[in-house]
Structures are given as structure tokens and as C-alpha cells.
């Protein structure tokens, strides 16, 4: 029986990775010690108190029943008390948090309360492709605004037309930014604000890399901002600050509508989070800061060896100090997917190309942080020897 694909899976863009995936396990196969520098997967384990919390908990009858909605009250709690230590922000654990199975699952799923047919998702170009496929996947059309290096990797608000404005209901931010290690200051939130306010326009931020930062200025919650409690919703994960990206925590936090809202569709969508796995996380949103403090100076080794190896070599890699990427020219006379191509056939070195985050993202390839120094300076020398 041929089964025919809903419009909304056909028309979704071309799996750019599908082909270096498969260049990849081709040099695996022929037995290359290949240096996978392409997923943003943070190399270190889970804490071990939080592994030592869920074991706890798993053991627990009372955690075998389905959990609540939003979430359990006391990990709402947990995450209101880490925003006012790390933020300086109160939130009403009932009103204005609720959790997430990930971050990505309610990025996903936000859309759905807002975004009516032919509704526009203004949505960044280089960025994390669900802001998009969510918001196509709700009936609504993704506007792409390009974030450009000589904006600092920031929206021109001001390019965006005044008819894209009116008719948009969502707009996304990520900052400090996957893929280009962008991260963006007091003012541009404030400008996002006003514009917003103005547009009548959601704020959809995404902040999953607030903690992954290496010099003495910590990145922002937009929440920081008078007036963004009226406007934005802010989501955020366990997942690349406490290495859990396997065990599926995030949260959602900020006006009480909009999280409201999404707890709505998440009510007919899905059931939660494992209690046990909610309880992990309080333990993760309590540990002591000396622990993050560990990571960050790992992540800061790593980036300070590999940009001063990759400038040594030629190569241009945008000046950073969040996220564990390094966003990186291409040299002269090759295409992201070409270059990064070249990578692995003859590096056994896998990279993301620019463009598989957006058409914007073209002349630039990521290379992610999470493995160890060695590796990545032995990834270096490898294209040197390349000759480019
Ligand atoms: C990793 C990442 C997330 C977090 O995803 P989870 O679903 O919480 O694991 C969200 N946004 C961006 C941009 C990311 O890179």
C-alpha cells in the first residue's frame, strides 16, 4: 500500500547531514580514527549526585504513576529558586514555570497555542532548525532574519518589513547563540522589547547555553529586562549545562500566558517527565556553582587551544567567550558543505557546514568543543596538513 507523506513532512528541507553522516561511517568502516567535532553533545558525564538521585527515586512506587503536566511542583521550585541565585529574578513556580521533556519539545510544541495558518514565525538564519520546522509544522510560515557578523551575529530588527512585523506572531532568540558563539547585550534585549511591544509580537528566547560561559561576564536571561515579563517566554535545559542531554530536562518560564498556554497543548501531546528523572534535576539545579565552574574551565582550555591553533594555520575563528562552538570561516574558494566534505574524506575530521543551520550560515563551518584538547589540536594539525 503506498503511503502518502503529509505536506508538512515532504516540503521539510533536505537532510544536509544525511550525507556526511554517510561519509562519516564510510571512514569509520575503512577503520579511520575519524575526530568527531559535528555534534553538539557535551564529552563529560552527568554529575554523579544527580545519577545517584534518580537511582534513589527510581526505587521509589510513588514515582511509577504517571507525573503531573507542568511538571512536579518541587522541581518548578527548584528552577524558580536557581533563576533568583543565578538571574536575580522571581518566578511563581505555579504560575510562570513549567517543565519541559527537554527544551526542544516545548520549542517544538510552542507554536501550536499561537501560530494560525499563514501566520509568519520570524525565526534567526544561521540557528537550531526547530524554531522553524515547529512553526511550519503549526500551519505558520518562517520568516528568516539573517544574523550577520558584521551585526555581531545579532537580528537587524530594522530590516525586518513592517508587513512581516504585523502579520508575525512569534519571534525566536538564542543567545549565547548555537551555532555562531554570539551572545547579545543589555541593549539589543531592551530593543527586542520595545520593537516587539510595539509589533505585538511573542518573544520566544532560547537559552540553553546561559551557564557555558568562559570570561567574567555571565550571558543574560532576557526575564532580566524590565518590561520582558509582559512580551517573552524564555526556554531553557539541564542539558548542556550539567551534561544531560540524554535524560531529557527543560523548562519554560516567564509570562504567565504563554506559559500557561503551552502548558495546554502539552496536556493533550503528552504526559511529562519521569518524577524520578524531575528529581535528578534538583539535584542538577542545586549543586554547588564550583561545579560549573570545573566545565566552564574545561570548555575555556579547549576553546583558547583550538582558536589560537586554527589562526595559526590561517584560518579565521569569530572571537568568543559562550557556547562551546567555534564558528569559523571556510576558507577562500570553497562552500561550507565542499570544505567540510574535504574534512572528512581526507581528514576523517567531522565539522558542521554553515549551511546546514541556514542559508545564511554559508561560509562558515562549526567545529563543537566536546572532546578533549589533544583531539582537538590533533584536528588541527590534520588540516594543516591538508594544504588548503
Ligand atoms: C542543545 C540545544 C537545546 C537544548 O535541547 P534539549 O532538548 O533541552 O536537549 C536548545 N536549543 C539549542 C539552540 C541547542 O543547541
Known amino acids: 500500500m503506498p ?72 522541581f518548578r521550585e527548584a528552577v524558580s529558586g536557581w533563576y533568583r541565585r543565578r538571574f536575580g529574578i522571581d518566578l511563581d513556580p505555579d504560575r510562570e514555570v513549567i517543565t519541559l521533556i527537554g527544551s526542544k519539545e516545548g520549542i517544538a510544541h510552542f507554536p ?119 512580551v517573552a517566554i524564555e526556554f531553557h535545559s539541564l542539558s548542556k549545562t550539567y551534561n544531560m542531554t540524554g535524560w531529557r530536562m527543560g523548562m519554560a518560564v516567564g509570562n504567565e500566558d504563554l506559559v500557561k498556554a503551552l502548558g495546554k497543548v502539552k496536556t493533550n501531546i503528552d504526559s511529562g517527565q519521569f518524577n524520578a528523572v524531575q528529581y535528578a534535576g534538583i539535584t542538577a539545579l542545586n549543586m554547588p556553582e564550583e561545579e560549573l565552574d570545573k566545565l566552564r574551565a574545561i570548555y575555556r582550555d579547549r576553546r583558547k587551544a583550538v582558536t589560537s591553533a586554527l589562526e595559526k594555520i590561517g584560518l579565521s575563528p569569530i572571537k568568543s567567550d559562550t557556547t562551546f562552538y567555534v564558528w569559523t570561516k571556510v576558507p577562500e574558494g570553497y562552500s561550507s558543505t565542499e570544505f567540510v566534505g574535504r574534512l572528512i574524506d581526507e581528514a576523517g575530521i567531522v565539522c558542521t557546514p554553515g549551511k546546514g543551520f541556514g542559508e545564511a550560515g554559508e561560509g562558515y563551518f562549526r567545529i563543537s568543543l566536546t572532546v578533549p584538547t589533544e583531539r582537538l589540536l590533533e584536528a588541527v594539525k590534520r588540516i594543516e596538513n591538508l594544504k588548503l
Not at 17 to 40: M, N, P, S, T, Y
Not at 186 to 210: G, P
Open 3 to 74: 503511503f502518502e507523506l503529509a505536506q508538512r513532512i515532504k516540503t521539510l528541507p533536505p537532510y544536509l547531514f544525511a550525507e556526511l553522516d554517510r561519509r562519516k561511517q564510510e571512514k569509520i568502516d575503512q577503520g579511520v580514527d575519524v575526530i568527531d567535532l559535528g555534534v553538539g553533545d557535551p564529552d563529560l558525564p552527568t554529575p554523579a549526585p544527580v545519577i545517584e538521585a534518580l537511582k534513589e527515586a527510581a526505587e521509589n512506587p510513588e514515582n511509577h504513576k504517571y507525573p503531573s503536566y507542568v511538571g512536579m511542583k518541587a
Open 112 to 230: 501550536l497555542a499561537f501560530v494560525e495558518e499563514g501566520d509568519i514565525v520570524i525565526c534567526p538564519d544561521p540557528a537550531y532548525p526547530v524554531y522553524s520546522i515547529g512553526a511550519k509544522f503549526a500551519g505558520g510560515e518562517p520568516y528568516f532574519v539573517p544574523l550577520k557578523e558584521e551585526n555581531g551575529f545579532l537580528p537587524d530588527l530594522g530590516s525586518i518589513p513592517d508587513e512581516v512585523a504585523r502579520k508575525a506572531k512569534i519571534i525566536w532568540i538564542n543567545y549565547p547563540n548555537n551555532p555562531t558563539s554570539a551572545d547579545a547585550s543589555e541593549e539589543f534585549y531592551k530593543d527586542l522589547i520595545k520593537w516587539a511591544k510595539k509589533n505585538e509580537v511573542i518573544i520566544a528566547s532560547d537559552n540553553a547555553y546561559s551557564e557555558i560561559y568562559l570570561g567574567d561576564r555571565k550571558p543574560m536571561s532576557i526575564l532580566q529586562i524590565d518590561g520582558a515579563r509582559d
